[in-house]
């Protein structure tokens, strides 16, 4: 590739076009879950969760594939771990963090860790935020989240309603991510998918 067209991409920021290779997984945070979960973005399987269940009945495809096989994910060396955080105070909660994800110690604690992060739904703030439609605030809790990314990383947001979703991938794209709406398949509401960018800095080796 000519130096003036690295140039280019690097200074207009569209290096998600210019990676060719895909994003290997070795971490993947799944919110507000109170099991532990396996999976593999090979097979595009995901056990524990209901993303991993079909969509329909007699319809092999499942949300989480659904979602993923739109872009170019593979495991990193085997299978990845997936990590669940939820701190509801459920009799049988297994989650393998059960703190309060939204918090910033939480946040401050896991900076830039996952390739990929899920938020199906959470309850707490999040519920509350929505409800009352404080889309400012619940903003603030989806831009805060993103802090546990790595660079290149995915992050999701489903069940989202109303004006938010655009409130939403419009706050993303003026933070250094593409963003995609996933089809809604007349069964979930719209999902948010978000990949962060690399900076010149974070610019892998090619």
Do not use: R
């Amino acid at each position: 590739m000519p130096l003036s067209t690295l140039s280019n991409f690097l200074v207009t920021g569209q290096l998600s076009e210019l990676l060719k290779g895909p994003l290997l997984v070795s971490k993947v945070l799944i919110l507000c879950h109170n099991e532990k979960v396996t999976g593999s973005f090979n097979t595009m399987e995901l056990n524990n969760h209901w993303w991993g269940s079909p969509l329909l009945e007699n319809n092999p495809k499942t949300f989480f594939g659904h979602i993923f096989q739109n872009y170019n994910v593979k495991d990193k060396k085997g299978a990845p771990i997936f990590k669940t955080v939820d701190n509801s105070k459920y009799t049988q909660n297994d989650a393998d963090y059960k703190e309060d994800v939204f918090d910033d110690k939480f946040i401050n604690a896991h900076l830039n860790e996952y390739e990929v992060i899920m938020v199906p739904d959470c309850g707490g703030n999040w519920f509350e935020y929505d409800q009352q439609k404080k889309y400012e605030d619940l903003l603030d809790l989806c831009l805060n989240l993103t802090k546990m990314l790595t660079p290149g990383g995915i992050i999701t947001f489903s069940k989202i309603h109303d004006e938010f979703p655009l409130m939403l991938e419009n706050k993303l794209k003026s933070s250094n991510f593409t963003v995609k709406y996933l089809p809604q398949g007349n069964i979930f509401t719209k999902t948010v998918v978000a990949q962060k960018m690399y900076s010149v800095a974070e610019t892998p080796k090619m």
